[in-house]
């Protein structure tokens, strides 16, 4: 049980210092992949494309048939979680 409780605390400490932790499991680690068969590949995207998406997806003004969903993943996001996430990923 102790291993499981310290296993999760250093993920959660992992994913609150990198806010593009939560992205990879649909986008890829380097957001190279289609998340669930619909997305653009987020890599291609400039980073002032990546943070009008992200803004757009927590504001509700952004995004398709996935939106309810993203909005879901961004909400929690600060500016400058978002600015991070484009800096890492964007062109």
């Not at 649909?26 to 619909?38: I, Q, R």
Request: with cysteine; proline share 2%; glycine share 12%.
């Amino acid at each position: 049980m102790k291993k499981i409780l310290l296993l999760t605390s250093i993920l959660a400490c992992v994913a609150f210092a990198n806010p593009f932790a939560k992205c990879v499991g649909c986008h890829g680690a380097n957001g190279e992949k289609v998340a669930l068969g619909k997305s653009k590949i987020i890599k291609d995207m400039t980073k002032a494309e990546i943070v009008t998406a992200l803004k757009g997806y927590k504001d509700g003004t952004y995004g398709g048939p996935m939106k309810g969903l993203m909005k879901g993943q961004v909400t929690s996001l600060s500016d400058a979680d978002i600015q991070a996430i484009a800096d890492k990923i964007g062109k």
